[in-house]
């Protein structure tokens, strides 16, 4: 393909994005837009996976039967979340496999939020409701994105995240009006969750390498800062309605901006645990590691039965 | 049992409804510790559900429970507040999970044997238990259909997977045998007429089990009681409350939350 052949498919393509089209996978688009798409889709895919790992800690000592039939039921959409989107990264000439591969080595990255460990039984609430919660704002917008695939998925997606942040706040607003002990454990998962689920939506889009590109192609289509402000602004009166004490001693409601105003951020915790340095970033990593590795002969067995299979045929 | 009035009737129906609850109950919990560590994302989700599926069952059956001994206890009261000896699951359950092989074995052999119960069971005149049954019919058959299909694979997979389920299979035949007795528990209610009869399914399991093994070309063992083998021998007594080791850790794994604050509603 000549340079001139490229350049009209390139006027082409943005102006598509501009008319609001969505790009479908056998549609023309820049490579730069494929890579970029490829590396958001796989963290994302990769985050859902290992955001199993700290809920799941708690599936086997779950306080009553409800609460551990919705919190495994949780814990597998999640898993299912990570294979439509494993599918829509597949859509741009990837395979799962080799994504996989690439979390596995280290060499991909997923959301540091999974990187904290939960304590207690409150962490569970607490998760549904502000790492979910986040999550919904975050794919929301990408349910809007330029990408047809990626769009659809995160439709879906949404829908089963809005139940599992309306599980979390009714567990926690359940035990904030329970026994002393329990809301003690409810302010002492919140203290833990607040800052690194404000941390969730990336660095101030100024730091943010990506982030003009993507918001150019419209893969994005509001900024880091923006989405921030949607959740704390979301979430103020929640925290409020069931009398918990989000742990910032600046947050203030800003009567001219109609936003909450909260504290500063400490990104370099943010960038210690993306680094590999959080408290649990070595045990996901390693859980990861052992069920894939447990699990090569079973993948192995399948393949060789499906072969003699065909072969009988 | 078209009524819970009668005092011995009540308590082995009670009984019944345990032995059912607890199996599904222990059976879902070692099922869940799986999810998030499977051999492939699709087997966390079917592992994930079928546990589902029996949690559902055990949270069904020991409401029921609570309901016909009347005493006041939820379902809750009866998984969370009860000691190893007072569950009345079979060993078979509750042994860990082993390898995948292990793990899918287990399932298989008691997919089958809940199927095959469950069908019976839909057909009970005790209109509560009959709708239960009927669901967990549906449901064992999507089990037994998934834990199926991996015997074959398994069996006929490679070297590596037919080793490992020949020697799942070896080591969880001795639990099987008390799966297939029924004692004066179902005898009085069969003679009540509050359940069918239950005496066809030891030999129904038998030939599902051995067609399926025959398939996936494993070797069947012996039924140990006859074979003689030191430390081989089918284990029994589960069924009033005799268990292995592994019981007690689960229960204190599954309890603690619940029973560190009785108070507390979650
Ligand atoms: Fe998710
Ligand atoms: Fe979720
Ligand atoms: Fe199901």
Redesign the interface.
Known sequence: MNTSDETTLLERFKSRISAGEKIEPKDWMPERYRKQLIRMISQHAHSEVVGMLPEGNWITRAPSLRRKISLLAKVQDEAGHGMYLYSAAETLGVDRRELIEQLLSGQAKYSHIFNYPTLNWADIGVIGWFVDGAAIVNQTMLAKCSYGPYSRANLRICKEENFHKRQGYEIVATMAAGTTEQREMVQDAVNRWWWPSLMMFGPSDNESPNSAELLRWKVKLHSNDELRQRFVDLTVPQAQAVNITLPDSELRYDKKTQHWNFGKINWEEFWNVVKGNGPCNRERMAARQKADNDGAWVREAAVAYTMKQRMNR | MKNGSDHGTKNVLVEFLLRLGDDR?ILG?RL??W???????????AL??I??DL??Q??AI?HLAGDVEGKNRT??DL??FREATQFKNLQLVEQPNG??AFTIARLFFFSTFNNLLCDVLQKSSYETLAGIAAKGFKESSYHLRHSKEWM???G???E??HR?MQNAVNELWRFTGEMLVFDEVETELQRLNTIPDLSTIASQWSGAAAAVLTEATIIIPFRQKDSGQAGNHAVSGSRHGFHSEYLGHLLA??Q???RS?P????
């Open positions: 109950l919990h869940s510790e999810c998030g560590h499977a051999p492939i994302l699709e087997e966390d989700i994930a559900n546990a589902l949690l559902g055990a949270s020991l379902e809750d998984a969370y390898d995948f074959l694979r398994l006929g997979g490679t590596e997977s490992r794994e599954m603690i939350l619940a604050y108070d507390a509603k979650w």
